[in-house]
Antibody, heavy 121, light 107 residues
């Protein structure tokens, strides 16, 4: 079964740092681009970052650029999001999501994890 | 950034109804438009990609249409499990952006 499982969320003070992880299983992780998408409590979806299958293309949303770093370890089927200088407005459930098409950074999210909550307070 | 505007923001309907949700992009995005469904406490799921392509496994009562700046999601014959929040999303240009969501509730 194709699965994504996030971990690493929690309560952090403003200005603090946190590392999120996403463990992938059931598919060839190294051939897909991956993304982080977040959702503030009671709000809509907000794309955060994308990374291509071999990490040669990396993109960020404007609100996290310079503060967050997306990375991956294909040998360990894992995706990461290193978050620094955290702000109250970063409070959200963070989802990792797979891109639809093998080998392409396409922006279509066909598999999602269950999410991990980050609270900045 | 490309702004995505959905209407209505909320909608009440009955089982068996036909409903249409619209999504407007602030500029031409061709057919680079996806639709997602999200139920309370759950992650979103992809329903339709490239404006009109039904994802495998999604019931045929869901359909999508449109191009350039105006798009629709239609559900023909609402079922109890369809009540949820729906989001459109453009992937023509980075950053990828979502509409604000349409909450579909039972009348």
């Amino acid at each position: 079964e194709v699965q994504l499982a996030e971990s690493g969320g929690g309560l952090v003070k403003p200005g603090g740092s946190l590392r999120l992880s996403c463990a992938a299983s059931g598919f060839s992780f190294s051939t897909y681009s991956m993304n982080w998408v977040r959702q503030a409590p009671g709000k809509g979806l907000d794309w955060v970052a994308a990374i291509s299958s071999r990490s040669d293309y990396i993109y960020y949303g404007d609100s996290v650029k310079g503060r967050f770093i997306i990375s991956r370890d294909n040998a360990k089927n894992s995706l990461f999001l290193d978050m620094t200088s955290l702000r109250a407005e970063d409070t959200a459930v963070y989802y990792c999501a797979r891109d639809l098409v093998v080998g392409a950074t396409r922006g279509t999210f066909d598999v999602w994890g269950q999410g991990t909550l980050v609270s900045v307070s | 950034d490309i702004q995505m505007t959905q209407s209505p923001s909320s909608l009440s309907a009955s089982v068996g109804d036909r409903v249409t949700i619209t999504c407007q992009a602030s500029q031409d995005i061709s057919k680079y438009l996806n639709w997602y469904q999200q139920k309370p406490g759950k992650a979103p799921t992809l329903l339709i990609y490239d404006a009109s392509n039904l994802r495998t496994g999604v019931p045929s009562r869901f359909s999508g249409g449109g191009s350039k700046t105006d798009f629709t999601l239609t559900i023909n014959g609402l079922q109890p499990e369809d009540f949820a929040t729906f989001y459109c999303q453009q992937f023509d240009k980075l950053p990828y952006t979502f509409g604000q969501g349409t909450k579909l509730e039972i009348k």
